[in-house]
């Protein structure tokens, strides 16, 4: 039994030299428009405040409780988030399943129409539509200009931050986003 105690030590070490490649390895990995993601050195809790989906029921971020997500706060009056929603449609096409999702909150005054008429002319079919009209969970995840998209692990925290638009269908972000599922081991 001492003789294992002694080897703790060493694995530990392993186990951090370990962790230092895979960090090192998805920081390779930001690349293109994913060099403005913020990727955490350790997952961060996230706020339980609700939100709505289009018929009214309340929700929190635990309903998307084992996926990932790639949590998208954005307007309907937003211009950049014209461009991007595009291909936040792509990326949920191209790796939505059981274990990742694309959630979009329409952050502040969206009113359903205007959505579904902003979603009609730029392309979306494949997004759900959310609602954050008092931009209480806006707020609480410390949102503060659109677009945001913040990226949250199965446990429903977040691992990584992405202030501004960017090409979520893109190479650059799927090979990121497939690293980052691939990486939880």
Not at 80 to 93: A, D, F, G, I, K
């Amino acid at each position: 039994m001492v003789r294992h105690l002694r080897l703790v030590p060493l694995y530990m070490a392993l186990c951090l030299g370990a962790n230092t490649v895979a960090a090192q390895d998805m920081q390779d990995l930001l690349a293109g428009d994913m060099r403005a993601m913020a990727l955490h050195e350790a997952p961060q809790d996230v706020t339980d405040v609700s939100f709505t989906d289009a018929d009214g029921t309340e929700m929190t971020l635990q309903d998307f409780a084992g996926e990932y997500v790639v949590l998208n706060f954005w307007a309907t009056w937003c211009a950049p988030c014209r461009e991007e929603m595009p291909s936040l449609n792509t990326l949920q096409q191209e790796l939505g399943g059981d274990n990742f999702r694309v959630v979009t909150i329409a952050s502040g005054r969206n009113p359903i129409p205007a959505i579904n008429r902003f979603f009609e002319e730029v392309g979306v079919s494949d997004l759900p539509v959310y609602l954050d009209p008092r931009q209480g969970m806006t707020r609480a995840m410390g949102v503060f200009g659109l677009p945001t998209t913040v990226v949250l692990n199965p446990d429903g925290q977040e691992i990584g931050r992405l202030r501004g638009d960017a090409d979520w269908g893109g190479e650059d972000a799927l090979a990121l986003m497939t690293a980052l599922m691939s990486d939880a081991g």
